[in-house]
């Protein structure tokens, strides 16, 4: 068998979608960082008192509420961190996603009877050489489709001729029909 | 007005894939909150000791409580975004690389398909959305292998000889229809 890149149809995933995938999480982690940086920087850059003591008594008290505060500006983080990465996931993803949907829809489709479509993917969708494997995989089978019948049709013809002509020729259309299908296994 | 029914069928996208979507996400929102909390456990406790260090030592020359730790928490900052970016990386990599596996078996399975090999199993790999993909694809392969058997053996039948005219006429005709089913 060959490699999905073997053949000349392209990568399965390529490399510039990996990369803005990449840059993308990076903004948005960046973005994530910098609001738990605002936030704390909002929280602790509250001047302190001028006197001596004032200064000792406000960092003193201000270990009980670090830990609440520090919990509270994380979970704002994670959850909005959270949000945009998943939102970013389920869009960039979709582009995998989609047309693996799509190529069962064709699937099911085939399987029930109803006449299949050559498949074609949106542009900026990925694996695009599994729309090529499949049409190449429903070409073949409809040129030998084409051929059984062709070769059907032809001892058909002779049909005009003699009855034992005609049967001669339809059992040997037949076999060359056999013959073609002894491929499949 | 514009007459609806000629207008192209609207072709619905789908934008979530919950068996493949989803695992994603579930893990991208594991990897931010063991960062989150990695980075609350490790500031918590050094922001404590800070703080202390710093009311006990009496010289006072800053004038709130983040000029104390501007550069802790620029190094805890920093810390997070490497670590939760380098193993969002990692996670993208391995994603890309099962999707490579799971699709490339898929789309191998469907070549050797076009060279007659309609039995070898597809065996697409860890994700659970792409082996049953692959087990559509086998399904569909061997429906379709089952099909060609029938016309196969069909036709040999029929060639061996020994029926009737009328019944000839009848399964030759039954046969033709049959190939006319193969890929339609």
New interface residues.
């Given amino acids: 068998?060959?490699?999905?890149e073997a053949?000349g149809n392209g990568p399965?995933?390529h490399r510039r979608y990996?990369f803005g995938?990449?840059l993308r999480?990076?903004v948005n982690?960046?973005g994530?960082?910098g609001i738990?940086?605002v936030i704390?920087?909002f929280t602790?850059?509250?001047?302190?008192p001028g006197d001596?003591a004032g200064?000792?008594h406000?960092?003193?008290n201000?270990?009980p509420f670090?830990?609440p505060i520090?919990?509270v500006s994380?979970?704002v983080?994670?959850l909005l961190?959270?949000g945009s990465?998943?939102a970013l996931?389920?869009?960039i993803?979709?582009k995998?996603?989609?047309p693996?949907?799509r190529?069962?829809m064709v699937?099911?489709e085939?399987?029930s009877?109803?006449?299949?479509r050559t498949v074609s993917f949106r542009s900026g969708d990925?694996?695009q050489?599994?729309a090529q494997?499949?049409n190449?995989?429903?070409?073949?089978?409809?040129r030998?489709?084409h051929r059984?019948?062709a070769t059907?049709k032809d001892a058909e013809r002779h049909c005009l001729q003699d009855?034992a002509t005609c049967?001669a020729q339809?059992?040997?259309a037949?076999?060359k029909?056999?013959e073609d299908?002894?491929?499949?296994? | 007005m514009k007459n609806r029914a000629l207008q192209p069928p609207w072709s619905r996208?789908?934008?979530?894939?919950p068996r493949?979507?989803g695992p994603?996400?579930l893990a991208?929102?594991a990897i931010?909150?063991t960062g989150?909390?990695i980075?609350?456990k490790l500031?918590?406790s050094e922001?404590?000791r800070v703080?202390?260090h710093?009311?006990i030592r009496?010289h006072?020359a800053?004038?709130?409580?983040?000029d104390?730790?501007r550069d802790l928490?620029a190094w805890h900052?920093a810390g997070?975004?490497v670590g939760?970016?380098l193993t969002?990386?990692v996670l993208?990599?391995l994603?890309?690389a099962a999707?490579?596996h799971g699709?490339?078996k898929?789309?191998?399975?469907?070549?050797?398909?076009?060279d007659?090999?309609?039995?070898t199993p597809t065996g697409t790999g860890p994700i659970s959305?792409f082996g049953r993909?692959g087990e559509?694809?086998d399904?569909?392969r061997s429906?379709?292998?089952a099909s060609?058997?029938k016309?196969?053996s069909e036709?040999?039948a029929?060639?061996a000889?020994g029926i009737s005219?009328e019944e000839?006429r009848l399964r030759?005709d039954e046969?033709?229809h049959r190939?006319?089913?193969?890929?339609?």
């Avoid at chain 1, 068998?1 to 999905?4: D, Y």
């Fill in positions: 068998m060959s490699g999905p053949a399965l995933i990996v995938l990449l999480l990076c982690f960046a994530g960082v738990l940086f704390l920087y602790l850059s509250r001047p302190l001596y200064v000792f406000a960092l003193r201000l270990s670090l830990r520090l919990a994380v979970l983080y994670a961190a959270c990465t998943s996931c389920v869009f993803l979709h995998v996603a989609g693996l949907y190529m069962e699937l099911d085939y399987r009877g109803t006449p299949t990925q694996i050489p599994l494997a499949f190449l995989w429903i070409g073949t089978l409809r030998d489709r059984c019948l059907m009855e049967r339809m059992e040997e037949l076999r029909v056999a299908m002894a491929k499949y296994h | 996208i789908r934008y979530v894939t493949f979507q994603a996400v991208f929102a931010i909150a989150g909390a980075f609350w500031v918590d922001f404590q703080f202390l710093a009311a009496g006072y800053f004038d709130s409580a983040y104390i730790i928490l900052l997070l975004f939760v970016f969002g990386s993208v990599l994603l890309v999707t490579r699709i490339g898929a789309v191998d399975s469907l070549r050797a398909s076009a007659g090999d309609l039995s959305e993909f559509k694809i399904a569909t429906d379709t292998l060609v058997l016309i196969r036709a040999a029929l060639a000889g005219p000839f030759w046969l033709k190939i006319r089913r193969i890929a339609p």
